[in-house]
RNA sequence: GGAGGAGUGGCCGAGUGGUCGAAGGCAGCGGUUUUGAAAACCGCCGUAUCGCAAGGUACCGGGGGUUCGAAUCCCUCCUCCUCCGCCA
């Protein structure tokens, strides 16, 4: 969420910002210079009001509660005390509506953010390692994995319909092989805390992270069980959501930064627009497995964390020794959330195309003042807002993808990257196995 | 699922419907004293919001209500604890 006084101090420039995103981003602003000033009239309304009531409270309480002047003021006093009310609920009301707007502005793009409307504007920042090269015609991983029995997509639709999968033998012991080399990696090397948080929240942490209001539509909610809770759950879309809002109506203290988790949860996403899109394979799917990276820290080093985030993530990758590359996100392709991204983009040999594998964003304070994570920058000092990141780090199926279609090998086998080999307990996959 | 109990400032903990943003203690910060430290003593010590400021307003788990006035009374929800039952 923006700061409302920097939205209504700055208005041109807020606007300017939020039009690189796209021209419509500009919209519910308009409203909102109006709103502010109705906001400050009705407060100072009813807060002069209240003073005035309180002083004659005050007085009250002084005289004799059985003297005629005792009631002659309460009589008196019953009407200020209901126009107060009035000018209470006209407040609640504007500042309601405020908020109803502002939750639904995107954030400002970082100005190290480039312009650009759609993906195909997002410029390379670098590309590791080589493409693949093959003496055979490569497969996608489709294929590769259904062959070696490894990957089941229409046991899977039976049980749960269309975008899910279920993986046997090697397969799903490759996932929990890349689970676990990812979560030592990160935690050993990378000095990251690892936790394992709740898969279903509240809708209040949705809204913490900005998934909520505006995304509903992606999210799977589920129903109440007890008819007399008075809120729902839903299952989260990534380990962003829970593990951002573990710090929320938290004042860290400045020497805890940056705090640095990694999380291993798996996702679920309902996509309810995308449908049409990479329909084959494991590329989109309900629900998948994800190591997710997320920092705190203070905002004068949140673009230094962004740059550390993004090559831990990298690492995976060069650890995998995966083919890939890094682009920034220009302004028009960036998340709701996010003031700036880069995308990790893996080699696909059977798509012959590089894939979105992790995401890594700095959000500034955006995430920060909508779920009230604050440090005290000194003793002392007064709380501010802190800055939050986080990246994939990786999604896990994507990974498996990659390394089924960068290490198939002519005979339908698959090699087993170096790094993983002891994890997975041999150095090929064959059919069988 | 059944039966009870409890939520007050960073923590502990008092609080009769008005003088309570809230006693007291601990922790923390500043000072006096001391060669230095400890101890002792003195002072400071929540957040948000409106305002140039003085100052005002709001907040005692959340929401609603009663009342001229609510931390205090009522309703409701949430969370935690204890006991019983069930369960991986």
Sequence with gaps: MLDLRLVIDNLEEVRKGLARRNPEAVAPLEAIAELAAARREAIVAAESHAARRNAANQEMSKLPKQSPEFAQRRDELKSLSSELKELEHKRDEIEARIQQVLLGVPNLPDPSTPDGSTSEDNPVVHTWG???KFSF?????????????????ERASKL???????LFGAGARMERALISFMLDLHTREHGYREVLPPFLVKDTALRGTGQL?????????????????TYDLYLIPTAEVPVTNLHADEVLEAEQLPIAYAAYTPCFRSEAG??????????????????????????????AQLELLTSHAEKVLQKLGLHYRVVQLC???????AAKTYDLEVWLPGLSAYREISS????????????AIRFRPGKGQKPRLAHTLNGSGLAVGRTLVAILEQYQQADGSVTV???????MGTDVIRPGN
């Design 130 to 132: 080589e493409v693949p």
């Design 417 to 423: 990257p170096e790094a993983l080999r002891t994890y």
């Design 137 to 153: 015609e490569p497969k996608a991983h489709w294929d590769i994995g259904v062959n070696l029995g490894i990957l089941d997509f």
């Design 160 to 166: 749960s319909g269309p975008r899910f999968s279920v």
């Design 331 to 337: 302004a028009g392709d960036i998340g709701f959330s």
């Design 274 to 303: 995308s449908y049409g899109k990479d329909v084959r394979g494991l590329i989109r799917q309900h629900q998948f497995d994800k190591v997710e990276l997320v920092r705190f820290c203070a905002p004068e080093d949140s673009a």
């Design 213 to 229: 209001p505006k995304f509903e539509q992606d999210l799977f909610k589920t129903s109440k069980a007890d008819p007399d809770k």
């Design 360 to 371: 890594c964003s700095s959000f500034g304070d955006f995430q920060a003042r909508r779920a």
